[in-house]
T-cell receptor, first 115, second 109 residues
Framework: KAGVTQTPRYLIKTRGQQVTLSCSPI?????VSWYQQTPGQGLQFLFE???????NKGNFPGRFSGRQFSNSRSEMNVSTLELGDSALYLC??????????????FGPGTRLTVL | GQQVMQIPQYQHVQEGEDFTTYCNSS?????IQWYKQRPGGHPVFLIQ?????EVKKQKRLTFQFGEAKKNSSLHITATQTTDVGTYFC?????????FGTGTKLQVIP
């Protein structure tokens, strides 16, 4: 089975721009969670999507949004980028809801640099 | 909200020495998961513990879940250079998964 894929792998943007990241989960997995990883804050939960519905959200501003399509692929969007948004963005897929103890499988991440 | 702390934050060991990382949650967990992230890589699932007091082994790695289900530990016996990376614990609470702060392990050959 193919693993979780994320595109693009690297991205450089400037402040004020917006960005869209994509995640394709493992076949058969219906849940996709997004995390932001920075050296100072560790792995921070952004949101989780299951069956095209956002099931849970972390403590991030409204500039961070996401969606999930009927094939379980997910996208996350960050608008009005700030320098502090520079991070590794990881998505993780699971068969069921991650919050219900399902094992998560992570993608390689998208490294976003905001200049 | 839920907080999951890990200690130590960093650990340097000589190859062959043992290593332990501890994970403490501010809330009771239904289960705890452990992940390993190699330098430049992404977190990879290692194991899940569910029962109070549960102990599981994977070759040189021993995982424990505390009796109160609020803490856990990962012990590596006779570390090898392949053990280098950051080890995270993670636990679900209120339908969110919270990751611990991580312990970065460096093994000196």
């Amino acid at each position: 089975k193919a693993g979780v894929t994320q595109t693009p792998r690297y991205l450089i943007k400037t402040r004020g721009q917006q960005v869209t990241l994509s995640c394709s989960p493992i076949s058969g997995h219906r849940s996709v969670s997004w995390y932001q990883q920075t050296p100072g804050q560790g792995l921070q939960f952004l949101f989780e999507y299951f069956s095209e519905t956002q099931r849970n959200k972390g403590n991030f501003p409204g500039r961070f949004s996401g969606r999930q399509f009927s094939n379980s692929r997910s996208e996350m969007n960050v608008s009005t980028l700030e320098l502090g948004d520079s991070a590794l963005y990881l998505c993780a897929s699971s068969v069921g809801l991650a919050g219900n103890t399902d094992t998560q499988y992570f993608g390689p991440g998208t490294r976003l640099t905001v200049l | 909200g839920q907080q999951v702390m890990q200690i130590p934050q960093y650990q340097h060991v000589q190859e062959g020495e043992d290593f332990t990382t501890y994970c403490n949650s501010s809330t009771t967990l239904s289960n705890i998961q452990w992940y390993k992230q190699r330098p430049g890589g992404h977190p990879v699932f290692l194991i899940q513990l569910v029962k109070s007091g549960e102990v599981k082994k994977q070759k040189r790695l021993t995982f424990q879940f505390g009796e109160a289900k609020k803490n856990s530990s990962l012990h590596i016996t006779a570390t090898q250079t392949t053990d280098v990376g950051t080890y995270f614990c993670a636990g679900p609470s209120y339908q969110k998964v919270t990751f611990g702060t991580g312990t970065k392990l460096q093994v000196i050959p």
